[in-house]
């Protein structure tokens, strides 16, 4: 169903009275559940001026801490179409009038609804990351979004949170009730988006946006009180510091071990990481045991033959009114320099299928469920290794390769 457009043709605001109704309870309950308050301070926003807003993307309630901290400015958010997949869900993110988004492919129709509530005097809430990418720490933005900022030639405003991967992160899909603070700055008035380079602008974005939830918590120590805190860590650090075995970590109660050497971690109510013996060797922090995994990707996928390939199923979108995927057959997912692949079995025919790397530049972080493929129409595919903590290698394989080939390409 395409999103309603106002006679004008332009995207219209979210509805000031389900708006003003929805908001007041949501701030309570924000702060009952989370102990989170309105940032005492706010830079100054002119009334009536559009602007844009760009929120760091630890968890997925970020957008619920930065609508209420801008409150009573109404926004348009950019919000995955993945999220429109599902009938009730849906029809809360049309309620408001948030703007569907193909992630990490070309997107013109959401680029012209932006452009649209900009035209109207309204304001855009985006997230650069394009996704929450699990590790709690600023990762990376696509390309382009320094040209984005400067084709809506508004004031832009960053807002970051603190403590929200904390509080759900991606891994475990499991709350921990703790505290999450949200501070809001100019990154740079519409004279300076208009006079900046987009490579300049994107600069001062991610110096802006920067945010290490690892960092933070060591300063504030926030406890995050939850039992079996290092469930589901398994499937996003898949690589053992100590013997390099991949897929062999195991995640029981508040621990992550090697079977193939019983290197170990324990998890704090902290959300940092200590050895569980003498001699283990680990990272205390998430992000800097991800970064250890992409260091020694980069070192495979730099070689001329790189090939990865297991046993694995293919997905699809078949239901209409959810955004869960159904497995429809089994064989073999690959990935190499230009290409994902699979061969099998799909909706009981013999396949061979590829997908070009450089139509996305990255998929969607995975909690060990699937790897969608970007810009795919209906019905949507996704991949599933039979090792499910192997599917996050290949997730982050593919924005390695990316920045192989970029980097190929300048050399060139």
Known sequence: MAMQKSRRGSMPAPNPVFYHLVMPPLRLYLFIRYNYRKPKTLPPIPKGEPFVVLGSHASNLDF???FTALYPHRMNALVSSYFFGGKALSMLLRSLR???????????ASIRAMLSVIKRGGSVLLYPEGEVNGTGRFDRMPPGIGRL??????????????????????????????????????????ATVRELSPRALEERIQKALYYDDHAWQKRARVPFKRGARAEGLQHLLYRCPRCGAEGQMRARGDTLSCVCCGNGARMDVYGLLHPLKKGDKIFDNVADWVRFERDALKRETALPDFHMQCKGSILLH???????????GDGVVGIGRDFITYEGVRLNKRVSLQWALKDFYKTPFSSGTHMEIPGEEEPRTALVT?????????IFAVDTLYDLREAEATKA
């Open 64 to 66: 619920l801490f930065t």
């Open 98 to 108: 948030c703007i569907p988004r193909k992630q990490f492919t070309a997107d013109p």
């Open 149 to 190: 900022c400067k084709l809506m030639g508004v004031r832009i405003y960053a807002a970051v949170n603190s403590g929200s991967y904390m509080t759900r992160p991606k891994w475990s899909g499991c709350e921990r009730k703790g505290k999450v603070e949200c501070r809001v700055s100019l990154i740079a008035d519409a």
């Open 318 to 328: 078949l239901d209409a009114g959810k955004t869960s995927y159904r497995p429809v």
């Open 386 to 394: 039979e090792n499910r903590q192997l599917l996050q290698k290949y």
